[in-house]
């Protein structure tokens, strides 16, 4: 069997074992998915790329130490890795933003991409649905730090709420308070920007 159909924790296997190429097929299988969440994340290419190569040299650190203990989630270990160094140099530059306090939510807890419907009846309406989810990806960006980072984890990387919590060391309702101011503050965006998020 190749290294590019063995699942990451043989792969850790062989790369703990001096088997370098192993390692590869991990960066390989995960750089696009861990630098995009980083550039997501802190809208700085530069920045960005600084954080996925601390992020890694840590990766390969620890591998190299054995002290990985994923229990087959080397991904979420890897985002975690790099959340913390995120978090990390918000707070070395001052710009980490708290968790905005505005109108007080209904307590209902919804995707946000629930609000985005729209049948793709014909090309004219595909081209619709494109704009808004354009639209709503410009939004995302002017949220405060903690809640653009869950709506990224959650809609992008497809995470759970626990998985979220677990990762950025909240408890569930935070995230999913996070989630919901997040909601709210996005239709307040597109409610001043004037962007329909719905026919």
Not at 13 to 36: I, P, T
Not at 59 to 67: A, M, N
Not at 76 to 99: A, C, E, M, P, Y
């Amino acid at each position: 069997m190749e290294n590019q159909t063995l699942p990451d924790d043989e792969l850790i296997h062989l790369y703990q074992n001096g088997n370098e190429d192993a390692f590869c097929q991990l960066l390989e299988r995960y750089k696009k998915k861990v630098f995009g969440y980083i550039l997501n994340v802190v809208r700085d290419r530069a920045i960005a790329e600084d954080i996925f190569q601390e992020t890694f040299f840590k990766v390969i650190r620890t591998l190299k130490k054995k002290q990985y203990n994923g229990e087959g989630k080397f991904i979420q270990w890897v985002i975690r890795i790099s959340h913390n160094l995120i978090i990390d140099n918000f707070r070395q530059n001052g710009k980490i933003s708290t968790v905005s306090k505005i109108v007080k939510p209904d307590g209902k807890v919804v995707d946000v991409f629930d609000v985005v419907k729209v049948e793709q009846r014909s090309a004219e309406d595909c081209m619709v649905k494109k704009q808004i989810l354009q639209d709503l990806r410009q939004l995302v960006e002017h949220l405060p730090f903690e809640q653009r980072e869950v709506v990224i984890l959650r809609h992008y990387y497809d995470l759970s709420f626990k998985e979220i919590a677990d990762m950025t060391n909240v408890s569930i309702n935070t995230a999913l308070g996070r989630m919901r101011y997040a909601i709210i503050n996005l239709r307040r965006l597109a409610e001043h920007h004037k962007i329909a998020l719905s026919e």
